[in-house]
């Protein structure tokens, strides 16, 4: 199977994310990490550069894995790439209504098809939001977001969540 695209805002990058990426670059050829570029979620705490500089450094294990922007439909930026499949981590009942709904539509669009990996059990309850909201109010991230992820948001919120 040569091409995956595994899209999101990353915003920031978390274990469940790399957890997604690690286990489908398993199984392709090449996986294209999709950061969209104006995220529908409320304004974004880190900015494409940065979330891409911390994508690069947490998936610089991964040979068969590039990091690209893209915006507008997804579909189209899966052609552009080549990429066969849309991979997407399921981590709860609550995610899968709304993920079948963008899978058939993008089905739909394009014919392109979703494969959905289930969340590994140790990360289902993280979230790029839930994340920056403990870290905001200065709670310990570091078994959620790698080293590096942790400090990015330490120097924005302060070591003791002092910056709403
Ligand atoms: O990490 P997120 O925010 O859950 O990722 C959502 C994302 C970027 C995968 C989704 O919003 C998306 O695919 N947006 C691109 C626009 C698009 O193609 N919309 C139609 C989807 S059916």
């Known amino acids: 199977m040569p091409t995956a695209i595994c899209p999101g805002s990353f915003d920031p990058v978390t274990y469940g994310h790399i957890d997604i990426i690690e286990r489908t670059a398993r199984h392709f050829e090449n996986v294209v990490v999709a950061v969209i570029r104006n995220p529908q979620k409320a304004q974004a705490l880190f900015g494409l550069e940065e979330r891409q500089e911390l994508l690069h450094e947490v998936t610089a294990h991964l040979p068969n894995v590039s990091i690209r922007f893209f915006k507008g439909l997804l579909v189209d930026f899966a052609r552009d790439c080549g990429a066969e499949v849309i991979v997407k981590g399921l981590r709860a009942i609550s995610d899968f209504d709304y993920e079948l709904q963008m899978a058939q539509m993008n089905q739909r669009l394009s014919g392109v098809d979703t494969f959905f990996v289930s969340t590994s059990p140790q990360h289902s309850f993280l979230s790029s939001s839930l994340v920056k909201e ?3 109010f200065g709670g310990d991230v570091s078994s959620m977001v ?8 330490e120097t924005r919120y302060g070591p003791e969540g002092a910056n709403p």
Do not use: D, Q, S, T
């Open 146 to 153: 790698p080293p590096a992820v942790a400090k990015r948001l």
């Open 134 to 136: 403990v870290a905001r």
